[in-house]
């Protein structure tokens, strides 16, 4: 017991890397050396996770606004990378955080444009049909 999950490590991180803070993973070896199977599928699995979503993380900065509810934003150079910690259960959904940016383009990391438009109220983007990945979504949205 007492081990995270992939799914756990990476909504953490994602919460973490929002909120301008580090990592810090403890995994402890057997007097062996070896890294218990469940610590080294949870590496794999994040490590994954990574090679489709690591530009979302990787030397990113906080955006104005951490979170919105489910989501978690990072930002880098004129990007904004929504990151969906669950996949969003209804066909579109609206970020209100970025209301009043001018938006060029949305990326599914993984996957590549995703439709969106924009009102007063927001930024609403449609769901697609199938997930890049397991575990959090990384939308890129390019500004402009």
Known sequence: GGYMTANNLID?????????GNLLINIGPRADGTIPEVMQNVLRETGAWLKVNGEAIYASRPFT??????????RKGNSVYAI???WPEDPT????????????????????????TQSPKG??????????CKFAYA??????
Not at 94 to 108: E, N, P, R, W, Y
Not at 139 to 144: P, R
Request: charged share 20%.
């Open 93 to 116: 959904f609206t970020l209100t955080t970025l209301a009043g940016q001018k938006v060029q383009s949305v990326d599914l990391l993984g996957l590549g444009p995703v439709k969106f």
């Open 12 to 20: 953490y991180l994602a919460d973490v890397v929002s909120k301008n």
């Open 123 to 132: 930024l609403t983007v449609t769901v697609p049909a199938r997930r890049p």
């Open 139 to 144: 939308f890129k949205i390019t500004l402009g």
């Open 65 to 74: 606004t951490y979170k919105e509810g489910d989501f978690r934003f990072t």
């Open 84 to 86: 969906a910690l669950e």
